[in-house]
C-alpha cells in the first residue's frame, strides 16, 4: 500500500502543515521582485527580510526581495530546494518563537551568474538595492574611506569581463542602468559602516571614476540614484547545527537555511528613495531626514561595546558574548567604558540617554539563549575598530578628554591579534589586513613599540590618535597589564 509522506523539507508543500503563527505573512512567489538585496546572510534574513515582508503584508506592493549571495552556492542551492523559504527563530531565556519568511522573490548566485544580476539592477521593476555585504567587501580604507582596489576589482573596473567583487557588480549594474535609462533606484547599505550612505555614494563615485565612466552615466547616477543612510540592529549569530536543529522541532521539517535571532530589532533609514520604497515603517522602522545621531549611537555604544567583550572574552578563553559577560568585572569595565568614554564622545538622538541605551544593550549581550561566539565579533577588527572605537577616541581626546576605557579596547585588539590566549591557545587573526597587521606586530620588541606600530596603520588609524602621546601611553600600559596578568588580573586592578 502506498504511504504518503510529508514533506521532510521546508518547501511551498509543507507550508498548510505548520502552525498558523509560524506560517509567512505573505503568499510566498506572490509578490513580484522590486528589491535586490546583496549579501544573503544570516543578518539579512532576520532583518531586512523580516521587515519587508511585514511591509507588504501591511501595506502591499510589489517589493519582493531577489537575494543575490556572492559566493554562498551552498546557501542558493539550499534555498532554492526550499522554494526560497527559511524560518527566523527568535530566542531569549523565557521565550522561542519560529516563523518561516516569505519575503524571498527568487535567489541568485553572483560568483555563477554576474550577468544575471547586473541585469537585474539595470531592471526597471527594481527599485532598491539594499546591502549586507560587511564592511571589508566595500574595498574602502576604513579610516578614510579611499577606494583600494584589490586586483579582483582593478579587472572589474577596468575591463569587461563579468564582475566578482561587490563594488564591480554595483558599477556595472548601474552603468547598465544608466544606458537603458531604467529609472530612480536607491542604493541603501545596511552595513555598519561610519556614514554609511555617505561612504556608498562615496564608493560608487570612486569607482565610476576609476572605471573611466562617460560624464553621461556620472550625471545620470548624480541624478537618479539615492544613497540612504541608515543604522540596523539585531544580534543574529551565524546559523549552526544547533540552529538547524531547534528550526526542525519547531516546525516538524528540516530547514537548512533556519536563523536565530533575539527578539529586539530596530532600523533607521534616511528617506531618500527616488523610485520609491517598502512601506517598512509599517513594520516598524524608523524613517527620517538623518539617521547620522543613531548610527553614531549603535556603533559607539553596541559595536564598540560588542568588540570590547569579544577580545577581552577571547582572551580569557570564553567562547560567546554572553559567557564573557559573566567575566568577573568585565561588566563593570564596560559600563565605564559606555558612561565615561562613549557617552562623553558624541551627541546622542534627540531623547536617547547613552547610560540607559548601554544598559539595554548588556542585558542584550547577556542574553543566554543566543550562542554568538566571540571570534565571530572579533574578526576584522581593522575593518571595525575605526567606526566602533578609534572614532570615540578621536572625539573625546578632540574635546580634551581622557580615552582611559577605549585605549584598553585597543590594547585588547592588539593582544588579541598577537595570536595567544590567557592560558596560550591560539587565537586566529581574521582579517583582510592580517598580513598588514603581523608585519606590524613583528616590529614591536617591547609593548611601546608594538602599540606604536600598530598606531601607525594608517589606513585604520586616523593620524591624529596615532600621534596622540597618551593615547600610545595608555594603549602601552593597557597592553603591558594584559600580557602581564591576564585580562582577570587586569580587570580586577582597573576597577
Ligand atoms: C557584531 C555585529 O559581529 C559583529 O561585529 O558586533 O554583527 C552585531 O551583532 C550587530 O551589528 C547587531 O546589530
New binding site residues.
Given amino acids: 500500500m502506498a504511504v504518503t509522506v510529508g514533506a521532510s523539507r521546508l518547501e511551498l508543500g509543507a507550508l498548510r502543515r505548520l502552525p498558523v503563527d509560524a506560517r509567512p505573512l505573505v503568499r510566498p512567489g506572490a509578490v513580484a521582485a522590486g528589491v535586490v538585496h546583496l549579501g544573503l546572510g544570516a543578518?539579512h534574513r532576520a532583518h531586512q527580510a523580516v521587515y519587508t515582508e511585514q511591509a507588504v503584508a501591511a501595506a502591499g506592493g510589489d517589493w519582493g526581495i531577489v537575494g543575490v549571495a556572492p559566493r554562498n552556492a551552498d546557501l542558493v542551492r539550499t534555498l532554492t530546494a526550499q522554494d526560497n523559504l527559511f524560518s527566523v527563530s527568535t530566542l531569549s531565556a523565557a521565550d522561542r518563537h519560529t516563523r518561516v519568511i516569505g519575503a524571498l522573490a527568487g535567489v541568485r548566485l553572483a560568483a555563477a551568474d554576474p550577468g544575471a544580476v547586473v541585469a537585474l539592477l539595470a531592471d526597471p521593476t527594481i527599485r532598491v538595492v539594499t546591502l549586507t555585504v560587511t564592511e571589508k567587501a566595500y574595498q574602502l580604507d576604513p579610516a578614510a574611506g579611499t577606494l583600494r582596489p584589490d586586483p579582483a576589482l582593478v579587472a572589474d573596473l577596468s575591463t569587461d569581463r563579468p564582475p566578482a567583487t561587490v563594488p564591480g557588480l554595483l558599477v556595472r549594474g548601474l552603468l547598465a542602468r544608466a544606458a537603458a535609462d531604467a529609472g530612480p533606484i536607491a542604493l541603501v547599505s545596511c552595513d555598519?559602516l561610519p556614514a554609511n550612505g555617505r561612504r556608498l555614494r562615496s564608493l560608487v563615485e570612486q569607482a565610476l571614476a576609476y572605471a573611466d565612466a562617460p560624464r553621461s552615466a556620472v550625471d545620470w547616477v548624480g541624478a537618479q540614484v539615492g544613497f540612504p543612510g541608515t543604522m540596523?540592529?539585531?544580534?543574529?549569530p551565524a546559523s549552526t547545527a544547533e540552529t538547524f536543529a531547534a528550526a526542525r522541532q519547531a516546525l516538524g521539517v528540516a530547514d537548512l537555511a533556519a536563523v536565530a535571532a533575539e527578539p529586539y530589532t530596530q532600523w533607521v533609514i534616511e528617506d531618500d528613495f527616488p523610485g520609491g520604497r517598502p512601506a517598512w515603517e509599517r513594520a516598524g522602522a524608523v524613517l527620517c531626514a538623518d539617521a547620522g545621531p543613531w548610527e553614531r549611537l549603535?556603533l559607539r555604544a553596541?559595536?564598540g561595546v560588542?568588540?570590547a567583550a569579544a577580545y577581552l572574552g577571547a582572551l580569557a578563553g570564553c567562547e560567546t558574548i554572553a559567557e564573557a559577560l559573566a567575566l568577573p568585572h568585565l561588566d563593570t569595565v564596560l559600563r565605564r567604558l559606555i558612561a565615561e568614554d562613549v557617552a562623553a564622545s558624541f551627541t546622542p538622538p534627540e531623547g536617547v540617554d547613552v547610560i540607559d541605551y548601554g544598559e539595554q544593550v548588556l542585558a542584550r549581550f547577556g542574553n543566554p539563549a543566543i550562542r554568538?561566539r566571540t571570534l565571530?565579533?572579533a574578526m576584522d577588527g581593522s575593518q571595525?575598530l575605526p567606526q566602533r572605537i578609534l572614532h570615540t577616541v578621536a572625539d573625546l581626546r578632540a574635546a580634551g578628554r581622557p580615552a582611559r576605557w577605549a585605549s584598553l579596547v585597543l590594547a585588547a585588539w592588539i593582544r588579541f591579534a598577537q595570536g595567544s590566549a590567557d592560558d596560550g591557545r591560539t587565537l586566529p587573526l581574521d582579517d583582510p589586513l592580517a598580513d598588514r597587521i603581523r608585519t606590524a606586530l613583528a616590529a614591536g620588541t617591547s609593548p611601546a613599540d608594538t602599540v606604536a606600530a600598530v598606531l601607525a596603520l594608517d589606513e585604520v588609524v586616523p593620524a591624529e590618535v596615532a600621534a596622540d602621546a597618551q593615547v600610545r601611553a595608555d594603549v602601552t600600559a593597557w597592553l603591558t597589564d594584559l600580557t602581564r596578568h591576564g585580562v582577570p588580573g587586569t580587570l580586577a586592578a582597573a576597577t
Fill in positions: 543578518f555598519n540596523v540592529d539585531r544580534i543574529v549603535k553596541l559595536n560588542h568588540s554568538h565571530q565579533v571595525k
